[in-house]
């Protein structure tokens, strides 16, 4: 079974600085996409980050970057010239690239809660 | 184009009482999926649907969780009687069909606001 894990339950980061947030997974498939969620107080799960297994190349939106180490399992979120809008909780998950598996329930980790400091 | 929406956004019951919650997903997707967060720990999941069929119900914890999809469009979870531990927030997704086979299929999910149910 697919595991993810986030190892900071909390993180701080001043105003425009940057800040990483990490995430390692464990997984026997070769095929599969990874996710970083965004949950603002209002609940509201937000993609933040998406990004293919096969693909190389990190992924990146705007100040949101992705560290992708497959051999390591290791996908971490870069937040460039951080905001106060950025506070919010961060989830990052995994989903199977196999459909006729039938198995794509996302696999989320327990989160990791950033702060935002003026 | 209105995204997955949820209701009630936060219930507060008593131990023993029932709770419906509801999630309407975004039109046309096939694909719904409830999930549940207990504070402090994982989201996880608790059941698929294609359509109005239960594809997967793996994580449904117990037999007080009853989860409907009439008609393949909004889905309704039940819990019935509601204890302690049910309590959490509790999130809707929902998605496109997979678009073919061995090929990767879409796989953003969008998600709903969520419910935070209360057991008290």
């Known amino acids: 079974a697919q595991t993810v894990t986030q190892s900071q339950p909390e993180m701080s980061v001043q105003e425009a600085e940057t800040v990483t947030l990490s995430c390692t997974y464990d997984t026997s498939e070769s095929d599969y996409y990874l996710f970083w969620y965004k949950q603002p107080p209002s609940r509201q799960m937000i993609l933040v980050i998406r990004q293919e297994a096969y693909k190389q190349q990190n992924a990146t939106e705007n100040r949101f970057s992705v560290n992708f180490q497959k051999a390591a399992k290791s996908f971490s979120l870069k937040i460039s010239d951080s905001q106060l809008g950025d506070a919010a909780m961060y989830f990052c998950?995994?989903?199977?690239?196999?459909?006729?598996?039938?198995?794509?329930?996302?696999?989320f980790g327990k989160g990791t809660r950033l702060h935002i400091l003026p | 184009e209105a995204g997955v929406t949820q209701f009630p956004s936060h219930s507060v019951i008593e131990k023993g009482q029932t709770v419906t919650l509801r999630c309407d997903p975004i039109?046309?997707?096939?694909?719904l999926y409830w999930y549940r967060r207990v504070m402090g720990k994982e989201i996880k999941f608790l059941l698929h649907?294609?359509?109005?069929?239960?594809?997967?119900e793996s994580g449904m914890p117990n037999n007080r969780f009853l989860a409907e999809r009439t008609g393949g469009t909004y889905s309704t979870l039940k819990v019935q009687p509601a204890e302690l531990e049910d309590s959490g927030v509790y999130f809707c997704?929902?998605?496109?069909?997979?678009?073919?086979?061995?090929?990767?299929?879409?796989?953003?999910?969008?998600f709903g606001q969520g419910t935070r149910l209360t057991v008290v």
């Open positions: 998950a995994y989903r199977s690239a196999y459909p006729e598996n039938r198995d794509d329930k996302i696999i």
């Open positions: 039109s046309g997707h096939d694909n």
């Open positions: 997704a929902s998605s496109q069909a997979p678009v073919g086979v061995g090929i990767l299929m879409n796989t953003e999910a969008f």
């Open positions: 649907f294609v359509k109005e069929s239960k594809q997967d």
